[in-house]
C-alpha cells in the first residue's frame, strides 16, 4: 500500500467496499493515485491481482499506473493497466476463439494511416458512395438514406480489411466491445476472470466502450471521471454516460474536490465557468494554498 497520505474522499474511494462506485473525480484532485491505491488495497485484501483490470484512454495514462504500481510493489504480480485498444487487440493476439468471432485465421496487423486510407477510397468507389470521407465517419444522427449509405461503406471497409489481414483501432473498438455487450460464448472466460473493473476518465467512453464495462454484471465496478472533461466528443465519446450513473441509485457516488495543483484563486474562477453543470454531477474545486487573483 502507498505511504502517501490522503484525504477523507481519496480514502472513501480507496477503501469503499460497494460493488458499483462512481468516483466523481476534478482535475488534479490525486483520482489516479486513488485509482491505484484501491488496487493495492483489493490486493492487499486478498483479491487476485489477475481477476483485476483497471483500464484507460491513453497510452501515457496506462504505463503511469502500470510504473507507478510496479513502483510499489516491486516483486509482486501486476494487475493489467491497459487502454481499451491495447486490450482488445491482447485478446486478438492471444485468443483464437475471439479472433475466430471477428472472422480472422491469424492475427491480424494494425492498418496504418496509409493503408486506411486506400481502403476507405476502394470502398467508396466500390459502393459508388457519393457521401464524403468526414461525413461517412463522423458522429452524428442521420436520416434513414444516409444511415443505410454508412451502413453499406462500414460493411466495405470490414471485408477489405478482413481481405488484407488488417485491423483498425475503430475496428477494435467496436466489435470486440459487440462481442462482449452480446454475451458471445468466446467472451465469458474474461467474465469470469475479471471480477474488478476500474475505469479511469470515464466521461470519454463511447457507447461501444460503455457497453463492453456494462456487460460485466458480476463483477465489482469502479468508474471515475469529470463531466466537464469530456475531450473526445468528436471521436464519438460522451459524458452523458457518466451523467446516468450519477442519478443512478445503484451505484454510490464518491466526490474528490480538492486540487492539488492549483490554487484557491484558479478553482474559484474555473468554477463560476462551470455553474451550468447539474448538481448531481457537478464537482466544485477547492484547493489548499493561495495565489495570485486571476
Not at 488496487?39 to 483485476?52: E, F, N, Q
Not at 470502398?123 to 451502413?151: G, P, Q
Not at 471521471?225 to 446516468?244: A, H, M, V
Request: glycine share 4%; charged share 25%.
Amino acid at each position: 500500500m502507498s505511504t502517501k497520505v490522503f484525504n477523507t474522499e481519496q480514502l472513501q474511494a480507496i477503501n469503499s467496499t460497494a460493488h458499483k462506485i462512481l468516483c466523481l473525480a476534478g482535475a488534479g484532485s490525486g483520482k489516479t493515485a486513488s485509482m491505484i491505491a484501491r488496487v493495492s488495497r483489493l490486493v492487499a485484501d486478498g483479491k487476485d491481482p489477475k481477476s483485476i483490470l483497471a483500464l484507460t484512454f491513453t497510452n501515457a495514462a496506462a504505463t503511469e499506473m502500470r510504473e507507478r504500481y510496479k513502483h510499489e510493489h516491486p516483486s509482486e504480480i501486476i494487475p493489467e493497466f491497459r487502454t481499451f485498444h491495447s486490450f482488445c487487440y491482447s485478446l486478438l493476439c492471444k485468443d483464437f476463439d475471439i479472433r475466430d468471432a471477428l472472422g480472422y485465421s491469424t492475427i491480424p496487423g494494425i492498418v496504418s494511416d496509409a493503408e486506411e486510407k486506400e481502403i476507405t477510397e476502394l470502398a467508396r468507389t466500390t459502393c459508388k458512395i457519393k457521401m464524403s470521407i468526414k461525413d461517412l465517419k463522423r458522429s452524428a444522427r442521420r436520416n434513414k438514406k444516409d444511415a443505410y449509405t454508412v451502413e453499406l461503406f462500414n460493411k466495405a471497409m470490414a471485408r477489405l480489411m478482413r481481405q488484407r489481414n488488417l485491423i483498425s483501432f475503430d475496428m477494435l473498438n467496436e466489435e470486440v466491445s459487440l462481442l462482449f455487450s452480446a454475451n458471445h460464448p468466446a467472451t465469458l472466460k474474461y467474465k469470469n476472470r475479471y471480477t474488478t473493473l476500474l475505469s479511469d476518465e470515464y466521461q470519454d467512453t463511447d457507447t461501444h466502450q460503455m457497453l463492453f464495462l456494462e456487460s460485466f454484471k458480476d463483477s465489482d465496478l469502479y468508474f471515475c471521471g469529470d463531466t466537464l472533461q469530456n475531450l473526445y466528443s468528436f471521436r464519438g465519446t460522451s459524458n452523458e454516460f457518466i451523467k446516468q450513473l450519477s442519478v443512478d441509485s445503484a451505484w454510490e457516488k464518491i466526490r474528490l474536490h480538492t486540487n492539488y495543483r492549483s490554487t484557491n484563486q484558479i478553482c474559484d474562477y474555473a468554477n463560476a465557468f462551470s455553474v451550468y453543470g447539474d448538481a448531481s454531477y457537478r464537482v466544485e474545486m477547492d484547493a489548499i494554498r493561495d495565489g495570485d487573483p486571476v
